[in-house]
Structures are given as structure tokens and as C-alpha cells.
């Protein structure tokens, strides 16, 4: 009998703490929702709107592209102080503020003539930017998950590629239905009535309810004086510290690039859905790249891995010139993005 009810007290306890850390799984479905709207959209999709407005406002394509570098340009200076905000705010009701006014925004420019409206709102959707859905997702997980970080890190960042294969083509028949007016109600009303709700849900922080999936590490009880690794002072006195921003300087410069294949695609001629389906062939290689490499560097040398993907990328280059008049718009963007996201990785990890 005392075994039995020594299994059954167990049994209790096992429940009981599952359900007390049930919420973070929770935290994890919002943080997708988040990478695969917030990136996968807002993001992903700017490019199918480049076409039909130059030809509703009458201005050139430089025009219109100028107010997503107005939005880059905003986020690359939020990121500066997002962090400290957002470590002394209440994330719930910062990220529903967030996203209400994106999807306000948004819903703003479907009555817009004017392209000064589409350079403010772009400009206020940058500065939202970080801290609605570069900073919160690791920020969410990291406060959640004692355990398997990694691997929920990895799926909820790795949604943004799937957001943008799915909603590429999506947008792009919305678009072609209902013109551009149309297509940036559907990505606000996504915005307001999924996102929105979303961050309403959020606890920021576990608590004596709700716990962290996992033990705590021993690194979170490190104490003060002996943390590990470099103070800014000491990595800027590195090599890798450059390399390291290089590397994302390049990576942004290539993922911005895609934010114009879609209007490129549709100025030599094909129909807005074939420049969806191109734009969702690279996310879906995005994802593709992103899973693959995760899932190497988990087993093999990180310097093996990631000179494999080097070389993959280095003779993608080269097919692409070579076979470009045989292979479909589709597979070169699939292969391009595989071979890209991972081969600037490389500059990194060998210096």
C-alpha cells in the first residue's frame, strides 16, 4: 500500500507541474504567431505592392521602395534602445500596443494618395519594429524555457519562412482581386484580429502559477563577478566581433534585396501571382536553410557544416549564371535563399 500510494503522490506532482508550466508552451504558439504574421507578412509581403502603386501614384519604383528604407532605417535605430525598454515595460500591453498601431497603419494606407502618408506610416511601422517582433520572441522564450530553448527558438524563427511562403501567394491574389486597397486591409485585419488578441494573452514572466518549462540553469545563478564571456569593451578589441557584423550587415543587404524581387518580377512582365509564387520559393528556401543548418550544427563541427554550406552557395552562384536560361524562376529563388541565409554564416565562424 505504501508503494502504491507513494506512485499515486508522484503521479500528483507530475501533473501538477506540468500544468504549472503548460503556459510556456502557450508563450511558444503566440512567439510563432508572431514570427509567421510578423515577419512572414508584414515583412515578406511589402514587395507585391511596389507595381501597383507606382502605377495608382505615378512615380517610380525608387519612390516607392524609399519608404522601406525609411522603415529599415527607423528599426536599425530603435534596436538601440528597444532592449532597455522592453526589460523595463510590461511586454503584454507593450506588444499590444505594438501591433494595434501597425495594424492601424496599415489599414490607414488602404485610403491613402498621398506617398508622403506611405513614408510616415512606414517610418512609425519601423520604429515598432523591434520591439513587436525582432526582440520579442527571444525575449518571450528565453523568459519560458529553462529547457529545449534551442529547439523552440529555432521553429518559431524558422515560421518566418513559412509565413512568407504561405502568405506571398496569398496577398498576391488578394491583391489582383481587390487591388492594392484590398491587400493592405487583409494584412491589418490579420494584424488586429490575430496578433492583437494574441498579446493580450501574454504573462511576461513566469510566476508562482505559471512556470518555466525546464530547471533553471546553473548559469542563471552565476554569481556577480564571474559571468562568462566578453564585456563590449573587451569583444570589440576582436576579430570576431567585426566579422560577426559584417556577416549580419551582409545578410541584410541580401534579405532587403528580396523585398524587390517580387516588383522585379512583375516588370518583365509575369502576373502578380507568378512574383508571389517566386517571393514564397525563397522563403521556402529560407526555411529549408534555416532547419538544415540547425539540424547539422546539432551533430557535426560547426567549421564542417558550414563550409559545406559555403560551397553550396559558392556553386549556386555559379549555376545560377550558367543554367538561369533553362531552370524556373521558382527553383533558382528556392536555391538561392538556401545557399545565401547559410553561406554568410560562414565569414563568421571562421574568424
Known amino acids: 500500500m505504501i508503494f502504491i500510494d507513494y506512485i499515486l503522490l508522484e503521479s500528483r506532482l507530475f501533473i501538477v507541474t506540468n500544468q504549472r508550466s503548460i503556459y510556456a508552451w502557450w508563450i511558444f504558439i503566440v512567439s510563432c504567431l508572431i514570427s509567421l504574421i510578423g515577419f512572414g507578412l508584414i515583412v515578406n509581403t511589402v514587395g507585391l505592392f511596389f507595381i501597383p502603386l507606382c502605377k495608382e501614384l505615378h512615380v517610380n519604383k525608387s519612390s516607392i521602395s524609399l519608404m522601406v528604407t525609411l522603415q529599415n532605417l527607423a528599426s536599425a535605430i530603435t534596436l538601440l534602445i528597444a532592449g532597455k525598454i522592453m526589460s523595463k515595460v510590461n511586454l503584454k500591453w507593450l506588444l499590444t500596443i505594438l501591433f494595434a498601431i501597425i495594424g492601424i ?4 494606407l488602404s485610403i491613402a494618395n498621398n506617398l508622403g502618408w506611405f513614408y510616415i506610416v512606414y517610418i512609425i511601422i519601423g520604429i515598432c519594429q523591434p520591439g513587436a517582433f525582432i526582440l520579442s520572441i527571444p525575449v518571450l522564450l528565453q523568459k519560458w524555457f529553462n529547457a529545449k530553448l534551442g529547439t523552440v527558438m529555432g521553429i518559431a524563427l524558422g515560421l518566418s519562412g513559412i509565413g512568407g511562403t504561405i502568405f506571398n501567394p496569398l496577398v498576391a491574389d488578394v491583391i489582383k482581386s481587390f487591388g492594392w486597397r484590398g491587400g493592405f486591409i487583409f494584412e491589418a485585419l490579420l494584424i488586429l484580429l490575430i496578433l492583437v488578441p494574441a498579446s493580450l494573452t501574454i504573462i511576461p514572466q513566469p510566476n508562482d502559477k505559471h512556470h518555466a518549462y525546464g530547471e533553471p540553469s546553473k548559469v542563471d545563478h552565476v554569481k556577480p563577478g564571474n559571468e562568462s564571456g566578453l564585456t563590449f569593451k573587451q569583444a570589440r578589441k576582436t576579430i570576431v566581433f567585426y566579422s ?13 534585396s528580396v ?43 560547426a567549421k564542417v557544416v558550414l563550409l559545406f554550406f559555403a560551397l553550396f552557395g559558392i556553386g549556386g552562384w555559379y549555376g545560377q549564371i550558367v543554367l538561369k536560361k533553362w531552370l524556373k524562376p521558382n527553383f533558382i529563388s528556392i536555391y538561392f535563399r538556401i545557399r545565401t541565409r547559410n553561406l554568410l554564416g560562414c565569414f563568421t565562424i571562421f574568424n
Request: aromatic share 14%.
Open 244 to 256: 560577426l557584423a559584417i556577416a549580419m550587415f551582409l545578410l541584410q543587404f541580401v534579405s532587403g
Open 105 to 108: 497603419g496599415f489599414l490607414s
Open 259 to 301: 523585398q524587390h524581387v517580387s516588383g522585379s518580377i512583375l516588370h518583365i512582365g509575369f502576373s502578380i501571382q507568378t512574383a508571389g509564387l517566386v517571393v514564397s520559393g525563397i522563403m521556402f528556401g529560407a526555411a529549408l536553410g534555416k532547419i538544415s543548418i540547425g539540424f547539422l550544427l546539432d551533430y557535426f563541427n
